[in-house]
């Protein structure tokens, strides 16, 4: 009787070198991907304030590219479950490359409703920046899985730090170019995203997805959309826990993504320059990324719903400040740093719980769903947050972002009752 045929096993050796080379890679383009839409997203809000003329319509330049982050997370997932992460990274950045070209044009032919749709293709540097978080995790040993995703988060403070203290001079350079005013910093974030792809397309070799599945002896379960999806809610329903961490993803997410996308619009108003307001959202970067290899550290060794608690009370504490700020620049600034480290708790601890809940081969569909849900309803919560604060004030804004949070804590641990037979 012979037994039968068997594939050879991949060396230790060889998985652990892999994974180191996979973490450099990711962590490279994670730098300039994090000055692309750091870049971006620091004048996004006041470029649309200025060519609307509404506080309200400001408040859509956040949604747009949040959105397009959304709408881009699944075909991302996708590109991926066929070709592996690097197929679905290169997806992501080629198409922010393009919606940056395409708002610098709007800039120059002062259309705002052309810049909403060029910023909903810049959400694309979103939803690879994203991804990358779960590549890092494919060939990670169980447990060690936040701490790897953290330290590719962790890359992006760089760039993202950087980002949009480079707006003003990328703004001057574009004006002695002859571009229109606050247009060179989106064909600056274009070439940000030009290497990006660079990187990815060039270097991700081995893919560490197609990679793992070897390893695994396992085949892509993702497919058409609407199999991607199915196959994401079918686990979900199954797997409570990586449920509680993908709303828990959401909701942070969301929080941070209302109070900082209206946060320029308010100091602007206030009278603040374009430096402050660099300022101020560099140490909200700072706050969401430098701590993160700490927040994946912690996660792995005390647990993820825990690191998720700290997560939703830091969120509570920026919403408290926010509401409460007035006209202090510096109290608008605490909140923001606290705003970025309980997004870091929520989506390290977050993504690393969704990961280590599902099996291998549904991993590109949950995760992909999960970024879709997130960019939702982070979309949501800055439509929401445009109203609230065109219509009452930001002070509003702080006190809806609490009870948010405040509910969602309460959901994660209060314990629930065992479904009756």
Same mark, same amino acid.
């Given at each position: 009787?012979?037994?039968?045929?068997?594939?050879?096993?991949?060396?230790? /050796?060889?998985?652990?070198?892999?994974?180191?080379?996979?973490?450099?890679?990711?962590?490279?383009?994670?730098?300039?991907?994090?000055?692309?839409?750091?870049?971006?997203?620091?004048?996004?809000?006041?470029?649309?304030?200025?060519?609307?003329?509404?506080?309200?319509?400001?408040?859509?330049?956040g949604t747009a590219t949040t959105l397009g982050a959304a709408l881009l997370a699944l075909p991302t997932a996708?590109?991926?479950?066929?070709?592996?992460?690097?197929?679905?990274?290169?997806?992501?950045?080629?198409?922010?490359?393009?919606?940056?070209?395409?708002?610098?044009?709007?800039? &120059?032919?002062?259309?705002?409703?052309?810049?909403?749709?060029?910023?909903?293709?810049?959400? &694309?540097?979103?939803?690879?920046?994203?991804?990358?978080?779960?590549?890092?995790?494919?060939?990670?040993?169980?447990?060690?899985?936040?701490?790897?995703?953290?330290?590719?988060?962790?890359?992006?403070?760089?760039?993202?730090?950087?980002?949009?203290?480079?707006?003003?001079?990328?703004?001057?350079?574009?004006?002695?170019?002859?571009?229109?005013?606050?247009?060179?910093?989106?064909?600056?974030?274009?070439?940000?995203?030009?290497?990006?792809?660079?990187?990815?397309?060039?270097?991700?070799?081995?893919?560490?997805?197609?990679?793992?599945?070897?390893?695994?002896?396992?085949?892509?379960?993702?497919?058409?959309?609407?199999?991607?999806?199915?196959?994401?809610?079918?686990?979900?329903?199954?797997?409570?826990?990586?449920?509680?961490?993908?709303?828990?993803?959401?909701?942070?997410?969301?929080?941070?993504?209302?109070?900082?996308?209206?946060?320029?619009?308010?100091?602007?108003?206030?009278?603040?320059?374009?430096?402050?307001?660099?300022?101020?959202?560099?140490?909200?970067?700072?706050?969401?990324?430098?701590?993160?290899?700490?927040?994946?550290?912690?996660?792995?060794?005390?647990?993820?719903?825990?690191?998720?608690?700290?997560?939703?009370?830091?969120?509570?504490?920026?919403?408290?400040?926010?509401?409460?700020?007035?006209?202090?620049?510096?109290?608008?600034?605490?909140?923001?740093?606290?705003?970025?480290?309980g997004w870091s708790c929520g989506l390290v601890a977050g993504s690393a719980l969704v990961t280590e809940s599902?099996?291998?081969?549904?991993?590109?569909?949950?995760? &992909?769903?999960?970024?879709?849900?997130?960019?939702?309803?982070?979309?949501?919560?800055?439509?929401?947050?445009?109203?609230?604060?065109?219509?009452?004030? /930001?002070?509003?804004?702080?006190?809806?972002?609490?009870?948010?949070?405040?509910?969602?804590?309460?959901?994660?641990?209060?314990?629930?009752?065992?479904?009756?037979?």
């Amino acid at each position: 009787m012979t037994s039968a045929p068997t594939k050879p096993a991949v060396p230790a /050796y060889d998985r652990i070198s892999v994974q180191r080379r996979t973490l450099s890679v990711l962590s490279a383009a994670q730098i300039v991907g994090g000055v692309g839409m750091a870049v971006g997203i620091a004048l996004s809000s006041v470029v649309v304030d200025e060519l609307s003329g509404s506080t309200v319509i400001s408040g859509f330049a956040g949604t747009a590219t949040t959105l397009g982050a959304a709408l881009l997370a699944l075909p991302t997932a996708r590109a991926a479950g066929r070709g592996g992460r690097r197929a679905g990274l290169t997806l992501a950045y080629a198409a922010a490359l393009a919606g940056c070209v395409i708002s610098a044009t709007a800039i &120059g032919l002062r259309s705002w409703p052309l810049l909403l749709v060029g910023l909903v293709l810049v959400g &694309g540097g979103s939803a690879g920046n994203l991804a990358a978080r779960y590549s890092a995790t494919d060939l990670s040993p169980r447990g060690r899985s936040a701490r790897h995703l953290s330290l590719v988060v962790w890359a992006a403070t760089v760039g993202s730090v950087a980002g949009p203290n480079l707006a003003e001079p990328a703004d001057r350079i574009g004006m002695r170019l002859g571009l229109a005013a606050k247009a060179g910093p989106f064909l600056f974030s274009a070439l940000a995203f030009t290497l990006a792809l660079v990187i990815i397309f060039g270097l991700l070799r081995p893919d560490p997805l197609k990679l793992a599945r070897e390893l695994d002896g396992t085949r892509d379960a993702g497919g058409a959309r609407t199999r991607t999806i199915r196959a994401a809610w079918e686990t979900l329903r199954t797997t409570p826990m990586a449920l509680r961490a993908l709303v828990m993803i959401a909701v942070s997410h969301t929080a941070m993504v209302s109070i900082m996308s209206m946060t320029p619009v308010k100091l602007h108003h206030d009278g603040s320059n374009l430096e402050v307001i660099g300022l101020v959202i560099s140490l909200h970067i700072a706050g969401m990324y430098m701590l993160s290899p700490v927040v994946g550290w912690l996660a792995d060794r005390v647990g993820k719903v825990p690191v998720l608690v700290l997560g939703m009370a830091l969120l509570l504490g920026a919403a408290a400040s926010s509401g409460t700020a007035g006209h202090r620049v510096w109290q608008v600034t605490v909140a923001l740093v606290l705003l970025g480290l309980g997004w870091s708790c929520g989506l390290v601890a977050g993504s690393a719980l969704v990961t280590e809940s599902v099996p291998i081969d549904r991993r590109p569909a949950v995760q &992909g769903l999960s970024d879709l849900l997130m960019n939702v309803c982070g979309a949501t919560g800055t439509i929401v947050a445009g109203a609230i604060v065109g219509v009452l004030s /930001y002070g509003a804004l702080g006190l809806g972002v609490g009870v948010m949070v405040t509910v969602a804590t309460l959901w994660l641990v209060v314990p629930r009752r065992p479904a009756t037979p």
